[in-house]
T-cell receptor, first 111, second 119 residues
Framework: ELKVEQNPLFLSMQEGKNYTIYCNYS?????LYWYRQDPGKSLESLFV?????AVKQEGRLMASLDTKARLSTLHITAAVHDLSATYFC???????????FGKGTRLSVIA | GAGVSQSPSNKVTEKGKDVELRCDPI?????LYWYRQSLGQGLEFLIY????????KSGLPSDRFSAERTGGSVSTLTIQRTQQEDSAVYLC?????????????????FGPGTRLTVL
């Protein structure tokens, strides 16, 4: 059974600081996704990572994937208040399979 | 349409009533997914459609839950005899091709959700 664990589940960080969110998954997976969810809103796709060593960056967010360690990281650089949201990682396998989500990391960026 | 749409956005019902939730996927997307987001439970998969057929119904929590998809487009999730534990946000997503043949990324795009409250 494919399981996904994220940590931390809650993160309060100061503006301008850097931090990393971790996502571990239990069995071999073909795709790793990061989503952002603002309160009362739906999920917005941030990154899709396919291969070992894949790294993608968008603004202050950078995601990486290590398939051997079954680990993905979402690194936040010089956090700003607008990044406050809940971040989910999810994995699936190729073919007709649904996404399995982590429990999410609720990020609060404070001045 | 520009994105996945769902209706209603909010639904309040009494315990024991039936409800229908609707999802309109992105035009041209053949794969459609239903998920449920509950407080403390995270996001859980309910059912997946490829075209009009449902290869994976493994996430439906009980036989009170059913879903159908017609014309390879609109999908309806029906919950019969609702219970208080059914209260959650029901999210629909669509992707170009669930098998990842047309796009290896199989990126799923989510709708705004339906918030269901069972009193």
């Amino acid at each position: 059974e494919l399981k996904v664990e994220q940590n931390p589940l809650f993160l309060s960080m100061q503006e301008g600081k850097n931090y990393t969110i971790y996502c571990n998954y239990s069995t071999t997976s073909d795709r790793l996704y990061w989503y952002r969810q603002d309160p009362g809103k739906s999920l917005e796709s941030l990154f899709v990572l396919l291969s070992n060593g894949a790294v993608k960056q968008e603004g202050r967010l950078m995601a990486s994937l290590d398939t051997k360690a079954r680990l993905s990281t979402l690194h936040i650089t010089a956090a700003v208040h607008d990044l406050s949201a809940t971040y989910f990682c999810a994995v699936d396998k190729s073919g007709n399979t649904p996404l399995v989500f982590g429990k999410g990391t609720r990020l609060s960026v404070i001045a | 349409g520009a994105g996945v749409s769902q209706s209603p956005s909010n639904k309040v019902t009494e315990k024991g009533k039936d409800v229908e939730l609707r999802c309109d996927p992105i035009s041209g997307h053949t794969a459609l997914y239903w998920y449920r987001q509950s407080l403390g439970q995270g996001l859980e998969f309910l059912i997946y459609f490829q075209g009009n057929s449902a290869p994976d119904k493994s996430g439906l929590p009980s036989d009170r839950f059913s879903a159908e998809r017609t014309g390879g487009s609109v999908s309806t999730l029906t919950i019969q005899r609702t219970q208080q534990e059914d209260s959650a946000v029901y999210l629909c997503a669509s992707s170009l091709d669930g098998a990842g043949v047309l796009s290896p990324y199989n990126e799923q795009f989510f709708g705004p959700g339906t918030r269901l409250t069972v009193l």
